[in-house]
T-cell receptor, first 116, second 115 residues
Framework: GAVVSQHPSRVICKSGTSVKIECRSLDFQATTMFWYRQFPKKSLMLMAT?????????EQGVEKDKFLINHASLTLSTLTVTSAHPEDSSFYIC????????????FGDGTRLSIL | AQTVTQSQPEMSVQEAETVTLSCTYD???????LFWYKQPPSRQMILVIR??????QNATENRFSVNFQKAAKSFSLKISDSQLGDTAMYFCAFMKHETEGKLTFGQGTILTVHP
């Protein structure tokens, strides 16, 4: 149980392109989804937290107009990197959490984004 | 704000031996949860073990166990009978007892299991 699917796993595109990454909870309803960015051999940096049907809460320093997050249903959240540039190249990971209390976050497999 | 510290950037162990990864945290909360996640070279984050702060008994999952010292704010992970598949980056994480479930991660420890 608690499977999170993230798609695509790898994206290579030209500078200026907008890229959408999907995160789906396959066998549970995700009340909260999280988006992270990770640099090689480093820890996960939380970018934003999203709850279904409401606006995402962005961490300090994360540009909300650059990284658009939509959490339209209890099983789907999307991250759109708008007008991507080489400095946006990174590994992006989503996670989902169903319920409250002791419920842990379950992670997707991540998306490697490379901007040429 | 909470902080989580993993003071061992890299560790190595021989196959079948035991290794302990350290984690300390700082919080003013009394009720919270602690987790160890594993990130193998495939990059997927896998939940290894969790501990609820109000439980005194240390959590155990097969070859993985924790030493939870609440007063010392320490939460170490012991891996027994290490296997090659245990090679990964390990993250310690803290979560307050609240509805949002935001995690605070440590810096990570790269563990290499040698044959």
């Amino acid at each position: 149980g608690a499977v999170v699917s993230q798609h695509p796993s790898r994206v290579i595109c030209k500078s200026g392109t907008s890229v959408k990454i999907e995160c789906r909870s396959l066998d549970f309803q995700a009340t909260t989804m999280f988006w992270y960015r990770q640099f090689p051999k480093k820890s996960l940096m939380l970018m934003a937290t999203s709850n279904e049907g409401s606006k995402a809460t962005y961490e300090q320093g994360v540009e909300k107009d650059k990284f658009l997050i939509n959490h339209a249903s209890l099983t789907l959240s999307t991250l759109t990197v708008t007008s991507a540039h080489p400095e946006d190249s990174s590994f992006y990971i989503c996670s989902a959490r169903g319920g409250t209390g002791h419920q842990p976050q379950h992670f997707g497999d991540g998306t490697r984004l490379s901007i040429l | 704000a909470q902080t989580v510290t993993q003071s061992q950037p890299e560790m190595s162990v021989q196959e079948a031996e035991t290794v302990t990864l350290s984690c300390t945290y700082d919080t003013s909360e009394n009720n919270y949860y602690l987790f160890w996640y594993k990130q193998p070279p495939s990059r997927q984050m896998i939940l290894v073990i969790r501990q609820e702060a109000y439980k005194q008994q240390n959590a155990t999952e097969n070859r993985f166990s924790v030493n939870f010292q609440k007063a010392a704010k320490s939460f170490s992970l012991k891996i027994s009978d290490s296997q090659l598949g245990d090679t990964a980056m390990y993250f310690c994480a803290f979560m307050k007892h609240e509805t949002e479930g935001k995690l605070t991660f440590g810096q990570g420890t790269i563990l290499t299991v040698h044959p």
